[in-house]
């Protein structure tokens, strides 16, 4: 398999989406496109083996659904509609996927599945990229484009505005620990081999989580809103991130944040604290958001509200107030 | 340093570039931006350690400014302007720069010197990017944005089209060739320990091209240009690339092909054929371009002509026809 014969497949698999918008996809020097209607937003998203992903329990079929959806993440966090990706890939020659018995060509087939379905799944189209051989792990890395007529961003969060999240937090980093306890057979089954034996009823939806999360967009069903984050480090991280955007506080209520019957009832089996994976899991994918206005909606939920400051505090069950510190994953560097 | 800290400094350095045309720069999920007047052009380029760069002889400014500069030359080769990049960067978490004695903090700075030159230099404007730790090399990728009122694609070469470049070819990779000869002493200065001994005149001009190429437009300076590539892997595959989107085949004088005295004196130095620099040396960096007109501008050569089917083929001085190979750089992954 070489550079040519890769692209080539590409512009098979990928290259028919037409639209009116490309006057040129992929196959050039640069993707030429006619400018958005709305603003014109960008993100890039890495995904590194053995930091974001594990071949020994992810699929390179989720690998590839999930490079899609972080980055439709972020989109949506800034009320944008997704529209064009460009893909990194950087893949060493030998793949050492014993186990997964693929070649390099299956794992490429394999990931393409996954990018197609996360590309089909929120009406994206692939119009360039760049490829190259790793001296080491398998690096991802897609840009994608979208339009907003009005983004959101995370600077606009005011004194008295409601704070707001959707779905339940926690599942993805909660699913994940299931999996670092686990094997990956040979056909793709997910066995427990130690200390943890979870129904599978419990574990099913959090593995889906944690392996191919599908974000959702909430612009469409909420008037003004005034700042917005996707939760991807964690609640806490990026609840301090917003705020700081906007130079505010906040105050949370413990017992208002979603969490799963799954995460507590798998938290429980675990022996760990269910509000852990919900506060700093990360990996959630489910979007944060200030408002003026009450929500009724089903799947979001008010968990506190904007105060000023530059406090964030959390209120337990018996009302008792502490500061809630800004822990999630953070990526540090060693000196030397 | 933390991934926290990594961005405070990114936004400090890279935060304050105003332009009208951004509506959130560095910062949120994502960048947004007014729509370009003309067409939108979108470009993305890797950079990874050990395979496009080696730290025993390139400094983190070069690197920096190389990644600029890298994806600079795919917009120009679209006849368009450059304006805003997302930078990606994968940083292991202990650098083993031994020899240069330096943290990865100091990388870092001196890596972002480079990104700023290089911006600078072009009038990019950095809006965004993701950070991440990195389990092996390091790995840089950036995606930057153009305009073009009338790009130029690949494919749109016609019978009977002249075929010009720019500068001179080989340069980058017989420059490329002495470095892997050399080691780079402790201060940065570059010493010859092999079997080469290459006058500092000569050697100066071609180390400069290898490490820090800057690229220049062409589009302003020529009317009705029919189709344009960058040479980035080498002319015979830039030029196979160019006439096989354009359906056509070519013709290429060898006594035609610029090549710099600096090169033709490394060359028999070092006992290597200069036409071999130029034709898949590769990280050339010049322009690649066909059109109707006979052009007379200092620095751009005519190389021969665009003609039906599709063959590539070269004349040598005696008047001999060979076919022209696609050869150059091309990346290769293994069947495990």
Redesign the interface.
Known sequence: ????E?IEEIRRRFGTEASDRI??GI???????????G????????M?????FDLSFMSPRDIGFKLVARNV???F??A?EPE?M?L?L??P???L?SHQK????EFVEALFDGIEEGLKRYSVIL???????????I?L?A????S?ER?V???GARPGDLIYVTGTLGDSSCGLEILKRTITSRGGEVTVVKDTEIPSEIKKPLLKKALSPEPEPVHKKINKINA???ISDGLAIDLWRLCR?SAVGAVIYQDKIPISKEVREASRLLGLDPLSFALSGGEDYELLFTTENRVKEEGITEIGFIKEGDNLSIIDGSGIERPLKPEGY???????
């Open positions: 398999l070489d550079e040519l890769l006057k040129k196959g050039d020097d640069a993707a030429v496109l006619l400018p958005s209607r603003l014109l937003l960008l993100t890039t998203d890495i590194v083996e053995n930091l974001h993440s972020d989109i966090a800034m944008g064009f460009l990194d950087c893949l020659q030998q793949l996927l693929r070649t390099v060509h119009i360039g990229g760049d490829l190259s051989t790793s001296p080491g792990k690096y890395s840009t994608l484009t979208g907003s983004p961003f995370r600077s917005m984050i996707d955007e953070i990526h540090r560097w060693g000196q030397k």
